[in-house]
């Protein structure tokens, strides 16, 4: 991996890869050993342009237990302030012999953007860009599935919400596929659900009940207000009537079925307080398991490939 930015393209081996190395990561980390010299030397840029409460703070905690330095540029302190433009700002952090970008922007494509324009010796990985891609959120999902399920290749598997506008589903979709579950579904309602999905080998619901018959993971998304612009939406109430996950709506999924949302959570709007403090969730799991992940993510493009202690070998 020389930059990560997407899931889209990658081979099964590098996405089983990226899960060997977080799980070796995660069970030295179990046995004490969380802080690991994989990038010892190396310095890792954080750059949110846009909100974030888990993937800045587990990217940040991913650095620190590699033994990278790290540091959380301040954009809306930084001189973007004062009329300097990005590729500007991202030339003097390059100057300062950093090593590494973590991007995340509202606009699409800025972190394949920003990798295309930086030099060699920085590596770009894209913590969730527009509605294109959040390939860490995605890895940590397939992280958390497979520790509970074991294999991919006999899941059923549904993206229940607003599809349509998120980058976690798009990710989600094209690593479930690559890494072998032989049916994904996406429910929710027309004007959230982009028929050009069935592109990517998907089968669309837009009602609830009948998605859910029989699924053995579901993904829930948040309605994603702030990328809806005019899109034709029912109220929040009546989302939840429609398409709110409840511990009675769950009935129709498998007895051992297992719940995941990449947070924010709105409570109410896309998931009952019962579903998501119950015991088929698994959400503040996938938060622990992102700092694994996104330690293998970095390791990998940085060229370090952890042995089953989390040491460095060649
Ligand atoms: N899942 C996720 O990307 O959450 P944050 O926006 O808090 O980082």
Redesign the pocket.
Known sequence: LRHFLSVEGLPRTTLTEILDTAESLASAASQNVKKVPLLRGKTIVNLFF?????????FELAAKRLSADSLNMNISASSTSKGESLLDMLHNLEAMQCDMFVV?HAESGAANFIARNVGDSIAVVN??DGRHA?PT?AMLDMFTIRRHKGEFHNLRVAIVGDVGHSR?ARSQIHALTTLGVPEVRVIGPKTLIPESLRGLGVHIYHDLDEGLDGVDVVLVLRLQNERMGAALLPSEREYFHLYGITAERLERAADDAIVLH???INRGVEIDSEVADGERSVILE?VTH?IAVRMAAMSLVMGQHPGKDGEARA
């Open positions: 846009e909100p974030s409460t888990r993937t800045r703070t587990t995340r913590a969730g959040h959120q976690v990449p947070g924010p996938q992102g």
